[in-house]
């Protein structure tokens, strides 16, 4: 299982980029690396995910280091509604996600 | 096009008794995945139901049961409910191994 570890928390002001890290150095090679949000009273929201290319929508772009140990999620223009728990996770071929602990983001106007 | 939805919103029980939670895919998935989770945690995975059968467990007891339709609505039971079981059980459900898209989630509180 790939156990994460995230920061508790990150501010960034509105439409500035935000860099989310995360680290997922037990990741094995067939884990996809997936990011969620959560917004308060709601069920998480998929944001994107990758396994080792670096991956954009329009939502977010994801950089993964090339030993895998480590992935970014990149916010390129905050705003308020970005405002959210975000949460990396490991997933083996769609089984036994394992999330981590979140950041909690918030987005100074 | 409804996404996932669950049943009941809030549920309130007490210490000893069993629960049934249920969950509705969104239109076109397969998989139904099942969630806990404590207050100011990250959630953390039951078990997940593909083609009515338990696919893969998480670390929870034998007490947190489940069940598959063919219509790929999914229930979670809990027995023998316990304090520590007080919690948000969210569902999530995707095509085969594609995102999950998550219910609103159950609120379950054991006195």
């Known amino acids: 299982d790939a156990k994460t570890t995230q920061p508790n928390s990150m501010e960034s002001n509105e439409e500035e980029p935000v860099h989310l890290p995360c680290n997922h150095s037990?990741?094995?090679?067939?884990?996809?690396i997936h990011w969620y949000r959560q917004l308060p009273s709601q069920g998480p929201e998929y944001v994107i995910h990758g396994l080792t290319s670096n991956v954009n929508n329009r939502m977010a772009s994801l950089a993964i280091a090339e030993d895998r140990k480590s992935s970014t999620l990149i916010l390129h223009r905050a705003t308020l509604r970005d405002a959210a728990v975000y949460y990396c996770m490991g997933d083996n071929y769609g089984q036994n996600f394992v999330f981590g602990p979140g950041t909690r983001l918030s987005v100074l106007p | 096009d409804a996404g996932v939805t669950q049943s009941p919103t809030h549920l309130i029980k007490t210490r000893g008794q069993q629960v049934t939670l249920r969950c509705s895919p969104k239109?076109?998935?397969?998989?139904v995945s099942w969630y806990q989770q404590a207050l100011g945690q990250g959630p953390q995975f039951i078990f997940q139901?593909?083609?009515?059968?338990?696919?893969q467990r998480g670390n929870f007891p034998d007490r947190f049961s489940g069940h598959q339709f063919p219509n790929y609505s999914s229930e979670l039971n809990v027995n023998a409910l316990l304090l520590g079981d007080s919690a948000l059980y969210l569902c999530?459900?995707?095509?085969?191994?594609?995102?999950?898209?998550f219910g609103p989630g159950t609120r379950l509180t054991v006195t």
């Open positions: 239109s076109g998935h397969d998989t």
């Open positions: 037990t990741i094995s090679g067939t884990d996809y």
């Open positions: 139901y593909y083609e009515e059968e338990e696919r």
């Open positions: 999530a459900s995707s095509l085969a191994t594609q995102e999950q898209y």
